[in-house]
């Protein structure tokens, strides 16, 4: 039996369901086939956002993790961590090992706002806040020090609430999470005191998902505030559209429920208030040599529902910008990609060339192949789609044109060397091209290593279950490798 030899470069959601769904697809199909799937990735740690993006205190998203180890743990799968595609290998070294390979690396930039002040020391971009929080190995653990008392958060998607929700709640209730320990010494000694969260849109447009934002007004010692003008449905839209949609569409409904309850309190001076507002964009952040203010424009609908500004203006008093307004994917080298939408082309997940073609053996999933939409479980769906169209390109043999094997998207089967025969006996062919660039990837048997630390650290803390490393060197150590990754 032939045995399929696939690269998923990216170990997080998205990764893990394309193996998850090429398993469970592959074992159906008319002509039998064995699967291995190397999954890859440049971090020595599996699950991708799932511990490095959803935040400490959503233990029940981060359960998803537990789910996901079952793929990684599966006899067909490998984990190969602490590989860069750029750095260590190349796309063409891995079109060159295997016989597809389905790029899932994700959305890791945040977007620009263009407006002056973003770059002041003080003004920080949410993927990096996210980072930090998370004990990604890529951020200083004392990069932030959280010395400001009042903080603008700008966009209002789940991840402004996410950050807006990690800077403002009592932090001896992160104690019990995985959240690293120099993490939690700065938020314990954190001055903020008031979080503005900004949305440049009303609250019907708001992104974020009802039962997030329901979460901040559950928060202890924590009192959320809603202006009623800002609240209203109609006084910054004229077409209508917003009360429309807080009738019909059940999202809106939901939001908009809890936003007009929290608009009508009375307020109650608690030491830690957090201010959703609405219909206001942020013009300028003021310096000189770090953040001292944020000027923000208000914004409403005209009559055709674009949203434009209306010449005034207000200064905020906060020490801290935090811009939270949408992730963005990175160019793998080598792969295509749309710099425009930033993502890889892709038709069904089957990535393109500059022609429109599909090119063989490469296909794409998650946030690099659709953006930075949905919440995790989106992932499973898209996974399928482009696990569906890799096997059809598997099981189709030549089009409906008649066209002579390999046409563009079908799976390119290079010749298998003695090596990769079988896929399980000797080394891979690309377990040699590493040995042979003096690559010791992290398995995931190292992986489990750190898993153990990470315990006995939560057990020697007298905290929780696990707490995280939080730097390198923890995590090498862990793994028992040389600093390289
Ligand atoms: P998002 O949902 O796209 O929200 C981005 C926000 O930024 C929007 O409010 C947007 O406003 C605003 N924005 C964009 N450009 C702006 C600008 N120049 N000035 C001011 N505001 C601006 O993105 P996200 O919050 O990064 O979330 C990414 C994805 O991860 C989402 O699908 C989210 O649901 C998911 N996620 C889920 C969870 C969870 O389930 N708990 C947690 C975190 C993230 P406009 O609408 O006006 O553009």
């Known amino acids: 039996m032939r045995t399929l030899q696939i690269a998923v470069v990216g170990s997080g959601p998205a990764g893990l369901y394309t193996a998850e769904a090429l398993l469970k697809q592959g074992a159906a199909l008319d002509v039998p086939h064995a699967i291995k799937i190397d999954v890859i990735d440049r971090l020595p740690t599996p699950y991708g956002l799932v511990r490095y993006g959803v935040a400490p205190d959503h233990k029940s998203i981060k359960s998803i993790a537990e789910k996901l180890r079952t793929v990684l743990e599966h006899d067909g799968v490998s984990f190969v961590g602490g590989v860069h595609l750029g750095d260590d290998v190349t796309r063409e070294d891995l079109l060159a090992s295997y016989d597809a390979v389905v790029y899932a690396t994700g959305a890791m930039r945040d977007r620009r706002m263009g407006i002056p002040g973003e770059d002041l020391p003080g003004s920080v971009a949410a993927t990096d806040f996210v980072n930090w929080y998370s004990g990604?190995?890529?951020?200083?653990?004392?990069?932030?020090?959280?010395?400001?008392?009042?903080?603008?958060?700008?966009?209002?998607?789940?991840?402004?609430?996410?950050?807006?929700?990690?800077?403002?709640?009592?932090?001896?209730?992160?104690?019990q999470t995985d959240i690293s320990q120099p993490v939690l010494d700065t938020l314990m000694t954190s001055k903020v005191r008031e979080v503005h969260m900004i949305g440049r849109r009303g609250p019907a447009q708001a992104k974020f998902t009802t039962k997030e934002l329901r979460e901040l007004g559950e928060?202890?010692?924590?009192?959320?505030?809603?202006?009623?003008?800002?609240?209203?449905?109609?006084?910054?839209?004229?077409?209508?559209?917003?009360?429309?949609?807080?009738?019909?569409?059940?999202?809106?409904?939901?939001?908009?429920?809890?936003?007009?309850?929290?608009?009508?309190?009375?307020?109650?001076?608690?030491?830690?208030?957090?201010?959703?507002?609405?219909?206001?964009?942020?013009?300028?952040?003021?310096?000189?040599?770090?953040?001292?203010?944020?000027?923000?424009?208000?914004?409403?609908?005209?009559?055709?529902?674009?949203?434009?500004?209306?010449?005034?203006?207000?200064?905020?008093?906060?020490?801290m910008v935090l811009r939270s307004v949408g992730y963005q994917s990175v160019p793998l080298l080598g792969v295509p990609f749309d710099d425009r939408a930033y993502v890889v082309p892709n038709a069904e997940g089957r990535v393109l060339g500059p022609d429109g073609a599909a090119l063989p053996g490469e296909y794409v999933a998650g946030w690099l192949k659709r953006g930075p939409t949905g919440v995790i479980g989106t992932n499973k769906s898209d996974a399928a789609e482009t696990v569906r169209a890799l096997l059809a390109d598997l099981a189709g043999g030549p089009g409906p044109d008649e066209a002579q094997l390999p046409r563009a998207g079908l799976l390119r089967y290079?010749?298998?060397?003695?090596?990769?025969?079988?896929?399980?006996?000797?080394?891979?062919?690309?377990?040699?091209?590493?040995?042979?660039?003096?690559?010791?990837?992290?398995?995931?048997?190292?992986?489990?290593?750190?898993?153990?630390?990470?315990?006995?650290?939560?057990?020697?803390?007298?905290?929780?279950?696990?707490?995280?490393?939080?730097?390198?060197?923890?995590?090498?150590?862990?793994?028992?490798?040389?600093?390289?990754?």
């Open 414 to 485: 290079p010749e298998p060397g003695p090596e990769a025969a079988d896929g399980n006996g000797s080394a891979s062919r690309f377990e040699q091209l590493l040995a042979s660039r003096g690559i010791r990837p992290v398995s995931y048997d190292d992986w489990l290593g750190i898993e153990n630390a990470e315990k006995e650290l939560a057990a020697s803390l007298g905290r929780g279950a696990r707490v995280k490393l939080s730097s390198r060197e923890e995590l090498h150590r862990a793994c028992g490798l040389a600093a390289r990754f």
């Open 219 to 319: 928060l202890p010692g924590v009192e959320v505030v809603v202006y009623g003008g800002e609240a209203d449905l109609d006084t910054f839209d004229p077409t209508g559209e917003s009360a429309r949609l807080a009738e019909s569409d059940r999202h809106v409904r939901g939001n908009y429920t809890v936003i007009k309850e929290w608009a009508g309190r009375e307020p109650a001076g608690s030491a830690r208030r957090l201010f959703i507002r609405f219909w206001l964009r942020p013009t300028e952040i003021h310096g000189p040599s770090q953040v001292s203010g944020l000027t923000l424009e208000r914004t409403r609908l005209d009559e055709s529902g674009k949203f434009v500004g209306t010449g005034t203006y207000d200064t905020l008093n906060v020490q």
């Open 136 to 175: 990604h190995p890529d951020i200083d653990p004392g990069k932030y020090t959280l010395d400001a008392e009042s903080v603008a958060v700008i966009g209002v998607g789940n991840v402004a609430v996410d950050v807006a929700r990690i800077l403002i709640r009592d932090p001896e209730e992160l104690r």
